[in-house]
Protein backbone atom coordinates (compact mmCIF):
# COMPACT_ATOMS: atom_id res chain seq x y z
CA UNK A 1 0.00 0.00 0.00
CA UNK A 2 2.95 2.59 1.02
CA UNK A 3 4.40 2.09 -2.14
CA UNK A 4 1.36 3.51 -3.75
CA UNK A 5 1.24 6.72 -1.84
CA UNK A 6 2.30 10.04 -3.25
CA UNK A 7 3.24 13.15 -1.52
CA UNK A 8 0.80 16.44 -1.78
CA UNK A 9 3.44 18.33 0.06
CA UNK A 10 6.53 16.63 1.03
CA UNK A 11 8.24 17.67 4.62
CA UNK A 12 11.88 18.63 5.10
CA UNK A 13 12.12 15.55 7.42
CA UNK A 14 11.07 11.84 7.32
CA UNK A 15 11.25 8.03 7.02
CA UNK A 16 9.38 5.59 5.27
CA UNK A 17 9.58 1.47 5.33
CA UNK A 18 7.73 -1.01 4.02
CA UNK A 19 5.04 -0.94 7.00
CA UNK A 20 5.89 2.50 9.06
CA UNK A 21 5.86 6.06 8.15
CA UNK A 22 7.44 8.97 9.92
CA UNK A 23 6.83 12.55 9.78
CA UNK A 24 8.83 15.24 11.35
CA UNK A 25 6.33 17.88 11.35
CA UNK A 26 7.92 21.63 9.91
CA UNK A 27 6.06 24.70 12.37
CA UNK A 28 3.58 27.14 10.98
CA UNK A 29 1.97 24.48 8.87
CA UNK A 30 -1.92 23.46 8.85
CA UNK A 31 -4.81 22.99 7.20
CA UNK A 32 -7.78 25.45 7.50
CA UNK A 33 -9.51 27.87 5.11
CA UNK A 34 -11.46 30.68 6.45
CA UNK A 35 -13.83 30.05 9.19
CA UNK A 36 -13.98 32.19 11.87
CA UNK A 37 -10.55 32.57 12.54
CA UNK A 38 -10.41 33.82 8.81
CA UNK A 39 -6.90 33.02 8.33
CA UNK A 40 -6.50 30.33 4.83
CA UNK A 41 -3.88 27.95 5.99
CA UNK A 42 -2.76 24.96 3.29
CA UNK A 43 1.24 24.06 3.65
CA UNK A 44 0.77 20.72 6.23
CA UNK A 45 2.40 17.92 4.64
CA UNK A 46 0.17 15.19 2.88
CA UNK A 47 0.79 11.38 1.60
CA UNK A 48 -1.93 10.13 -0.42
CA UNK A 49 -3.10 7.77 -2.62
CA UNK A 50 -5.74 7.85 -5.61
CA UNK A 51 -8.98 5.94 -6.23
CA UNK A 52 -11.88 5.91 -7.73
CA UNK A 53 -13.72 2.92 -5.85
CA UNK A 54 -16.86 3.99 -4.20
CA UNK A 55 -17.09 1.87 -1.38
CA UNK A 56 -14.24 0.55 1.04
CA UNK A 57 -12.34 1.93 4.08
CA UNK A 58 -8.84 2.99 4.79
CA UNK A 59 -7.70 2.00 8.39
CA UNK A 60 -3.79 3.31 9.90
CA UNK A 61 -2.98 3.43 13.42
CA UNK A 62 -1.08 6.87 14.60
CA UNK A 63 1.36 7.55 17.26
CA UNK A 64 2.34 10.98 18.53
CA UNK A 65 4.02 10.29 21.81
CA UNK A 66 6.19 13.26 20.88
CA UNK A 67 3.95 15.98 20.80
CA UNK A 68 4.04 18.52 23.22
CA UNK A 69 3.09 22.25 21.55
CA UNK A 70 -0.38 23.39 21.41
CA UNK A 71 -2.44 21.72 17.99
CA UNK A 72 0.38 19.88 17.03
CA UNK A 73 -1.75 17.06 14.71
CA UNK A 74 -1.57 13.98 13.04
CA UNK A 75 -4.18 11.39 11.45
CA UNK A 76 -6.26 10.70 8.16
CA UNK A 77 -6.95 13.18 5.81
CA UNK A 78 -8.92 13.20 2.13
CA UNK A 79 -7.26 16.35 0.14
CA UNK A 80 -8.85 17.27 -2.96
CA UNK A 81 -7.48 20.45 -3.68
CA UNK A 82 -7.39 23.46 -0.98
CA UNK A 83 -10.89 24.33 -0.73
CA UNK A 84 -12.50 20.44 -0.59
CA UNK A 85 -10.79 18.37 1.89
CA UNK A 86 -11.24 16.76 5.39
CA UNK A 87 -9.01 15.49 8.20
CA UNK A 88 -9.30 13.75 11.46
CA UNK A 89 -6.57 13.66 14.21
CA UNK A 90 -5.87 14.43 18.04
CA UNK A 91 -4.55 17.94 18.61
CA UNK A 92 -2.46 18.61 21.71
CA UNK A 93 -3.83 21.53 23.69
CA UNK A 94 -1.93 20.96 27.35
CA UNK A 95 -0.43 18.84 29.88
CA UNK A 96 -4.09 18.37 30.67
CA UNK A 97 -6.21 17.61 27.71
CA UNK A 98 -6.20 17.09 23.85
CA UNK A 99 -8.57 17.62 21.58
CA UNK A 100 -10.40 14.57 19.20
CA UNK A 101 -11.61 15.68 16.05
CA UNK A 102 -12.33 16.56 12.51
CA UNK A 103 -12.40 19.14 9.74
CA UNK A 104 -14.87 19.00 6.95
CA UNK A 105 -14.11 21.61 3.87
CA UNK A 106 -16.51 22.41 1.26
CA UNK A 107 -15.68 24.88 -1.23
CA UNK A 108 -13.48 26.78 0.74
CA UNK A 109 -15.03 26.95 4.26
CA UNK A 110 -13.56 24.76 7.10
CA UNK A 111 -15.49 23.26 9.83
CA UNK A 112 -14.17 21.72 13.27
CA UNK A 113 -15.87 19.27 15.65
CA UNK A 114 -14.31 18.12 18.69
CA UNK A 115 -14.78 16.01 21.97
CA UNK A 116 -11.46 16.46 24.62
CA UNK A 117 -9.72 13.65 25.89
CA UNK A 118 -6.75 13.24 28.46
CA UNK A 119 -3.13 14.42 27.39
CA UNK A 120 -1.93 10.53 28.40
CA UNK A 121 -3.80 9.49 25.24
CA UNK A 122 -0.66 9.36 22.52
CA UNK A 123 -2.10 6.77 19.92
CA UNK A 124 -5.25 6.57 17.86
CA UNK A 125 -6.66 4.11 15.60
CA UNK A 126 -8.69 5.77 12.56
CA UNK A 127 -11.24 4.14 9.91
CA UNK A 128 -12.39 6.41 7.24
CA UNK A 129 -14.58 5.10 4.95
CA UNK A 130 -16.41 6.33 1.69
CA UNK A 131 -19.41 5.61 0.08
CA UNK A 132 -19.89 7.38 -2.91
CA UNK A 133 -19.73 10.91 -1.99
CA UNK A 134 -20.88 10.28 1.66
CA UNK A 135 -17.94 9.47 4.09
CA UNK A 136 -17.55 8.36 7.41
CA UNK A 137 -14.65 9.02 10.33
CA UNK A 138 -14.03 6.62 13.26
CA UNK A 139 -11.83 6.27 16.13
CA UNK A 140 -10.29 3.41 17.85
CA UNK A 141 -8.30 2.87 21.23
CA UNK A 142 -7.10 -0.37 19.61
CA UNK A 143 -7.97 -0.58 16.34
CA UNK A 144 -10.52 -3.19 16.17
CA UNK A 145 -13.39 -1.34 18.03
CA UNK A 146 -14.70 1.91 16.17
CA UNK A 147 -16.88 4.80 17.36
CA UNK A 148 -18.58 7.10 15.03
CA UNK A 149 -16.73 10.65 14.96
CA UNK A 150 -18.78 12.37 11.89
CA UNK A 151 -20.69 11.40 9.25
CA UNK A 152 -20.21 14.21 6.17
CA UNK A 153 -21.01 14.64 2.72
CA UNK A 154 -18.15 16.09 0.51
CA UNK A 155 -19.46 18.23 -2.76
CA UNK A 156 -16.90 18.05 -4.97
CA UNK A 157 -16.16 14.02 -3.57
CA UNK A 158 -17.98 11.60 -5.97
CA UNK A 159 -15.53 11.15 -8.77
CA UNK A 160 -11.65 9.66 -8.10
CA UNK A 161 -10.41 11.24 -4.69
CA UNK A 162 -7.34 11.08 -2.75
CA UNK A 163 -6.83 10.13 0.82
CA UNK A 164 -4.05 9.06 3.45
CA UNK A 165 -2.31 10.65 6.36
CA UNK A 166 -1.25 13.99 7.27
CA UNK A 167 1.15 15.67 10.37
CA UNK A 168 1.80 19.49 11.34
CA UNK A 169 2.42 21.92 13.93
CA UNK A 170 0.65 25.44 13.54
CA UNK A 171 2.52 27.05 15.56
CA UNK A 172 6.24 26.76 16.62
CA UNK A 173 7.28 23.31 17.12
CA UNK A 174 7.85 20.05 15.95
CA UNK A 175 7.31 16.76 16.32
CA UNK A 176 7.36 13.24 15.18
CA UNK A 177 4.43 11.12 13.79
CA UNK A 178 4.33 7.94 13.00
CA UNK A 179 2.02 5.59 10.44
CA UNK A 180 1.40 2.12 11.31
CA UNK A 181 -0.83 -0.54 10.60
CA UNK A 182 -2.16 0.68 7.51
CA UNK A 183 -4.76 -1.43 5.46
CA UNK A 184 -7.50 -0.93 3.04
CA UNK A 185 -10.79 -3.08 3.45
CA UNK A 186 -14.43 -3.94 2.28
CA UNK A 187 -16.67 -0.62 3.67
CA UNK A 188 -17.30 -1.46 7.07
CA UNK A 189 -19.76 1.39 6.92
CA UNK A 190 -22.69 -0.39 6.03
CA UNK A 191 -26.20 1.06 4.81
CA UNK A 192 -29.01 2.86 6.79
CA UNK A 193 -31.30 0.52 8.09
CA UNK A 194 -33.84 2.70 9.75
CA UNK A 195 -35.50 5.24 8.20
CA UNK A 196 -36.54 5.25 4.54
CA UNK A 197 -35.66 7.80 2.40
CA UNK A 198 -38.25 10.24 0.89
CA UNK A 199 -39.51 9.03 -2.57
Known amino acids: MIENM ?15 IDIITDSHTD ?15 VLQMETDEKF ?6 TDYSDSHHRFDQCGIVMY ?11 EYENEN ?3 LGSVVTNHGFSDWATTAISADVKTMWYRFSR ?5 CIECSSDGENFTQMRVCHMWEGAGKISFGIYACSPEDSRFKAT ?4 R ?16
Open 131 to 135: REDDY
Open 179 to 182: FTDM
Open 56 to 61: FSFIVK
Open 97 to 99: FQH
Open 80 to 90: LDSENWLKASV
Open 6 to 20: KWTREPKDYNITNDR
Open 184 to 199: ITECAWKTHEGQQPEC
Open 31 to 45: LWQRTYYHFRNDNAP
